[in-house]
């Protein structure tokens, strides 16, 4: 199962973008990468996902490198809301998810 | 719809004292897991289903059974609760790659 590194914790000014990497080196070529994120003691909240290309919904951006050991999470306009853990999973292809640590976003006012 | 609902919300146990935690989802999902998380940490997959009938283990599975009856509903059960299982429990559901997992809103449970 491929394992997934982010950083511990990250700052952003409110209305900037927030920037979340993550890295996969371990990704295999069928496994898709996913993005979630929990507020306080909520369930997890899913927010995008991607196989190769480049995804964009109406909560975030995803920019996967060409090689797919990497990907980031781009929140376009952070808010105070967006304070949350963020959590970078990469699914085996048995469909389970395994979680890391994640990272724990806070946004600035 | 309802999505992935989890009951209780709250629990408190005795050590020693057996109890379920009731899962169901509304979606039609083949794929359940059950998750713990402990305080400052991510989640730990403790049991998951592909199937109504099929389950397997996670990673940390001692002390929880599972059985899957129906795709509606997996329950996970606690023989015999132990302080070490104080965490809050999440259910989750997927419709099966690429869709990413639904969860629920999580059980509290404390073992005193």
């Known amino acids: 199962d491929a394992k997934t590194t982010q950083p511990p914790s990250m700052d952003c000014a409110e209305g900037r973008a927030a920037n979340l990497p993550c890295n996969h080196s371990?990704?295999?070529?069928?496994?898709?990468v996913y993005w979630y994120r929990q507020i306080h003691s909520q369930g997890p909240q899913y927010i995008i996902h991607?196989?190769?290309n480049n995804e964009t919904n109406e909560m975030a951006s995803l920019i996967i490198t060409e090689d797919r050991k990497s990907s980031t999470l781009i929140l376009p306009h952070a808010t105070l809301r967006d304070t949350a853990v963020y959590y970078c999973?990469?699914?085996?292809?048995?469909?389970?998810?395994?979680f890391g640590t994640g990272t724990s976003l806070t946004v600035i006012p | 719809n309802a999505g992935v609902t989890q009951t209780p919300k709250f629990q408190v146990l005795k050590t020693g004292q057996s109890m379920t935690l009731q899962c169901a989802q509304d979606m039609n999902h083949e794929y359940m897991s059950w998750y713990r998380q402990d305080p400052g940490m991510g989640l730990r997959l403790i049991h998951y289903s592909v199937g109504a009938g099929i389950t397997d283990q996670g990673e940390v599975p001692n002390g929880y059974n599972v059985s899957r009856s129906t795709t509606e509903d997996f329950p996970l059960r606690l023989l015999s609760a132990a302080p070490s299982q104080t965490s809050v429990y999440f259910c989750?559901?997927?419709?099966?790659?690429?869709?990413?997992?639904?969860f629920g809103s999580g059980t509290r449970l404390t073992v005193v």
């Open positions: 991607g196989l190769k």
């Open positions: 989750a559901s997927s419709g099966g790659r690429p869709f990413g997992y639904t």
């Open positions: 371990t990704i295999s070529g069928n496994e898709y």
């Open positions: 999973i990469v699914a085996n292809t048995g469909n389970q998810f395994y």
